[in-house]
């Protein structure tokens, strides 16, 4: 069964530093990979995703991830926190356009990580 | 704007009492789901729908009972037989199945 950790739940930096949260999965073939944010009592928006190609991918509000096949991971990086970066962070994986098995649709979304950022 | 709406943001449910959430979409998307949210529980699949007049039960469909009548609309209603409906409750769209999906602002859904 496919499945997403992201190993931290709450991680708190100072505003301007360098931030990664960390995200790893267990699946089957290589999988669809995705960062979203959520603010307090709001849906969710999408930062950025992995489809195929570079395994460097940039998204919104200066966000970055990068897959490692490898590893299993897609870690999402940002070079200096703003306070207006504190939300919550969900990672999801789902299976490849063109996948098979009636069965095999899921979009598996981690637990979340909650950013706090100092000021 | 195109976009994904629910309503109402925030639903009060009386004991034995059914209710349902709204979700529309302008995107011109195919498919539609619905989440559940839970507090450090991340995002359950409830029912996902591929096409119109078409859906398909998620993890934790139990309780719970969808329509797709028209390709911009996807009600979800939380019958008496869901014993915990308190929660977060999330709309999404996207072109196909398996494609990137966009989130609407959610439901709150508390129990008197």
């Known amino acids: 069964a496919q499945s997403v950790t992201q190993p931290d739940i709450h991680i708190t930096v100072s505003e301007g530093a360098s931030l990664e949260l960390r995200c790893n999965y267990s699946?089957?073939?290589?999988?669809?990979l995705f960062w979203y944010v959520q603010s307090p009592g709001q849906g969710l928006q999408l930062l950025l995703k992995?489809?195929?190609?570079?395994?460097l991918v940039q998204g919104i509000k200066g966000f970055e991830a990068e897959f490692k096949r490898s590893q299993s991971s897609f870690n999402l990086r940002k070079p200096s926190v703003h306070w207006s970066d504190a939300a919550e962070y969900f990672c999801?994986?789902?299976?490849?356009?063109?996948?098979?098995?009636?069965?095999?649709?899921?979009?598996?979304f981690g637990k979340g990580t909650k950013l706090s950022v100092i000021p | 704007d195109g976009g994904i709406t629910q309503s109402p943001k925030y639903l009060f449910r009386k004991e034995g009492q059914n209710v349902t959430l709204s979700c529309e979409q302008n995107?011109?998307?195919?498919?539609m789901y619905w989440y559940r949210q839970d507090p450090g529980q991340g995002l359950r699949l409830i029912y996902y729908?591929?096409?119109?007049?078409?859906?398909q039960k998620g993890d934790i469909a139990e309780g719970y009972s969808v329509s797709r009548e028209k390709k911009e609309s996807f009600p979800l209603t939380v019958t008496s037989a869901q014993k915990n409906p308190t929660a977060f409750y999330l709309c999404?769209?996207?072109?196909?199945?398996?494609?990137?999906?966009?989130f609407g602002p959610g439901t709150r859904l508390l129990v008197l």
């Open positions: 999801a994986v789902g299976p490849r356009s063109g996948s098979s098995g009636a069965g095999s649709y899921q979009l598996t």
């Open positions: 729908s591929q096409i119109v007049n078409d859906f």
């Open positions: 699946y089957g073939a290589t999988p669809y």
């Open positions: 995107l011109n998307h195919d498919a």
């Open positions: 999404a769209s996207s072109a196909y199945l398996r494609e990137t999906q966009y």
């Open positions: 992995y489809f195929s190609g570079d395994t």
